[in-house]
């Protein structure tokens, strides 16, 4: 069994490193079968510069997407070893730039062919993949760059600290219009803001819709601002079942329990209410909250009446109490 698998996103950076061990191992072996003395972490600086030609430190550390102390690194090692020269930038002689040799371009007409082998494998076992792999390297590193790392990661960790301030409690008139908006935020990031007259009817008069009916609605309330971050519905329909139904949360509140909590109150009402199992309808559009569900034990089942109401429910499950 391959435990780093097992370890999930936790390991990415230690599978991405062992990935890029494996490959450039297996470049040097195919760099020796063919007399070539290169070092393979030259390759991106070598190569951007036989496309580009010479160009200062700071410009290659931008069009490679790295940093400049790596680049000027790199930059000296390939020196020394005769790959490239640096030479007085004739337009500002304070600027170095970046040169090939002639060491380097003689290397190019050997080297060249083994490099199209390697694409041309490594195109053959991508092309078999399910999922595009470059294509999806290139939007996580997008999301990355976008959504940073370390700073949410930290942040992260002061909401679940911050978290002990939220309360979880049933319907008040005052936060009927953030039961709105949590669930129009929602219905408008994934579904364009798809709104069938159910939601309408749920969203505009939710008194009538669950609590008339019989049902409930419960909200996570941040203590220190009053501020609603969460909520969720328990709908009671006319055969006696229980629903699991507008359940949202503040995208900034995600991941730190609160879904989980807001749940949790919904399960342990339809217990107490004497219900044997409750459903819900979502979509496999919504990742994070279909692994809430499944951790907590709902099933994917086939829907009683062969499809949703909702066409942007695909799924449907159910949960035994």
């Known amino acids: 069994m391959d435990y780093m698998k097992s370890f999930g996103s936790l390991s990415l950076g230690s599978r991405l490193k062992r990935l890029s061990d494996r490959l450039v191992q297996d470049v040097i072996q195919l760099y020796q079968s063919q007399g070539i003395d290169l ?13 580009q030609g010479a160009m200062t430190v700071t410009q290659a550390a931008e069009k490679l997407g790295v940093s400049h102390p790596a680049i000027s690194k790199i930059a000296g090692k390939m020196q020394q070893e005769g790959w490239l020269s640096k030479t007085a930038d004739p337009e500002d002689e304070r600027r170095q730039l970046l040169a090939l040799t002639t060491q380097s371009e003689a ?11 390697i694409e041309d494998h490594l195109d053959r076992l991508m092309a078999a993949q399910q999922y595009p792999l470059l294509a999806s390297l290139s939007e996580f590193e997008q999301r990355l760059t976008d959504q940073g790392f370390y700073t949410p990661v930290l942040q992260q960790l002061a909401r679940r600290h911050d978290s002990e301030q939220v309360v979880i409690q049933g319907w008040d008139e005052r936060f009927r219009e953030a039961f709105k908006a949590l669930n129009l935020t929602w219905l408008e990031r994934y579904f364009e803001g798809e709104l069938t007259q159910r939601d309408r009817q749920a969203l505009d008069n939710p008194e009538g819709y669950y609590l008339a009916r019989g049902g409930y609605i419960w909200f996570a309330r941040h203590q220190a601002d009053n501020r609603i971050i969460g909520c969720v519905a328990l709908a009671r329909h006319d055969d006696g079942q229980y629903e699991i139904a507008k359940m949202g949360v503040d995208e900034a509140w995600q991941t730190v329990g609160v879904g989980r909590r807001l749940l949790l109150t919904a399960l342990d009402k339809a217990r107490e209410l004497g219900a044997l199992e409750v459903f819900l309808e979502t979509s496999s559009k919504l990742e994070r909250a279909l692994q809430l569900y499944r951790h907590l034990g709902f099933r994917v089942m086939p829907h009683p009446h062969g499809a949703s109401y909702y066409d942007r429910a695909d799924l449907y499950m159910r949960l035994s109490l």
């Open 39 to 51: 070092n393979p972490s030259f390759f991106p600086l070598l190569n951007l510069l036989q496309q």
């Open 107 to 117: 290397l190019r007409e050997q080297i060249t062919p083994l490099w199209q082998a």
